[in-house]
Structure formats: C-alpha cells, structure tokens
C-alpha cells in the first residue's frame, strides 16, 4: 500500500524523507494539489482503501486560504486521524492537522521564524519513541510566519522554540505535526533561502547568513533528522502494515 504524500508547492517536497521511505521499501503516492486535478494526478482521494499513511508537506499558503484543496485535504485529515491512519504533517501540513483536529492557527506574535534555529523537547518527549535518539535541543530549518496558537483537545506539545510554543506534537496514537523543516536537504534550504519570500525579509534573516549557519549546522541537522525519519518509517508507519497483514 502506498503513502499518500500532499505536496502543495512544487519546492517543497519530500525531499530527504522520501528517500529514507524509498530506502524502507514504501511506495509513495504523491498529489500534487497546487496543479490542476486530472486522471493522471487526482488530488484527495474518496475513500482509505490501500493507503497505508498521509504525509502533508509545507507551502507558502496559510490555513484557511481559499484554495479549491485545501477543505478537503482538512476535511480528509480529520477523517485520517479518526481511523487511525499513521499521518505526519510538516510547516503547513502541521498547521492543517492541527486545524483539522480542533485547534487553532494563527499569525505569529512576533517575527516570522526562518533559518537554522535551536529546538527543545518538552519532558514528555522523552519518552515519544518517534523522537527516540533524538537530542534534547537540536538546530532545526524553519520557514514560517503562522503558528499552531492553541493544540487540538487532547493533543500534546512535543518540542518548542524561543520563538514558537508548538515545534512538534502527538495527537492520539498514529498523528503528528512537525512546525519546522525536518525533510530538507541543502539544495532545498537554498532555493528557501533565494525563494525572495517577504516572510524571510521580516524575519530579518538575509540568504547569505541563512546558508552560512545551515552549512554549519547540517552536519548535525542532517545526522538527527535521518534518526527522526527513520523513527517514522519503523515505528509509525509499520504499525499500518502490521493491522493490515
């Protein structure tokens, strides 16, 4: 069974975690809800059979656009969740979950958070297994102006920043929402960096120490994330392949 991916911007891919997927034997399933709905590329399926998890990547747009997809891919998140349907959500997949489950998304208080910036687990992440060998406080990519202001009832804060409350969290057994960008590889943090997004020029970070402090810190980036995305593909996305045989 295949892994539906929504990708909602033609930059912002999978990326790294795809190819640790791949590497695991999954098949992905990717929709490409930014082009046009067609036989060959449909957007959100009717039903569940034969998909194993959802994967919601980020984008430029913000919950609640007006966007012909983006009710239903909330609407179909919602119904994930209900089923217990392994289901990850990245910047504004996160975002979208979080909506979808009952909380609420909202601008920031302050500047847009973009570059390479420290992230800390709350205590009870540290017993998560998908953050298992993950370090307490890691450098992570960032790339938003929105955050998740309050969590959906019974849902529980993973990790957070100086400058966001909700970097990661748990809702139930088989949903989480990651605000940062854990699936990038450099090539994808350059063509954030060079995107000419006003977000980055109001966060106050310029391109060129942008990619100075990613190359500094992707060693470490690069080391923690492959760990997180294989956490994902062992023990959350395995869980559907164990119901299902």
Request: glycine content about 8%.
């Amino acid at each position: 069974m295949p892994i539906l991916i929504f990708q909602h911007t033609a930059t912002e891919h999978a990326a790294r975690l795809a190819l640790t997927l791949r590497d695991h034997a999954r098949k992905l399933d990717v929709r490409r809800l930014d082009l046009p709905e067609t036989r060959t590329n449909p957007h959100i399926p009717t039903d569940f059979d034969n998909v194993e998890g959802i994967i919601s990547l980020g984008g430029q747009m913000n919950v609640g656009d007006d966007l012909p997809w983006m009710q239903r891919e909330t609407e179909f998140l919602a119904a994930a969740h209900k089923r217990n349907v392994p289901t990850v959500g990245i910047c504004l997949g996160a975002q979208l979950i979080a909506k979808a489950l009952g909380g609420t998304v909202a601008p920031m208080a302050g500047e847009p958070e973009w570059g390479m910036l420290p992230v800390r687990q709350f205590p009870i992440a540290n017993t998560d297994i998908i953050l298992a060998g993950i370090p307490w406080e890691l450098p992570q990519f960032h790339a938003h102006g929105q955050e998740i202001t309050t969590l959906p009832p019974g849902a529980a804060a993973l990790q957070a920043s100086d400058k966001c409350k909700v970097q990661s969290f748990r809702a139930g057994l088989r949903t989480y929402g990651f605000q940062y960008h854990f699936e990038c590889d450099l090539a994808m943090i350059r063509e954030f960096l060079t995107s000419g997004d006003p977000q980055m020029a109001a966060s106050g970070l310029s391109a060129e120490h942008g990619m100075e402090e990613a190359r500094i810190q992707y060693e470490m980036y690069t080391r923690t994330n492959d760990r997180l995305a294989v956490n994902l593909v062992t023990y959350l996305f395995a869980s559907a392949r164990a119901m299902s045989a």
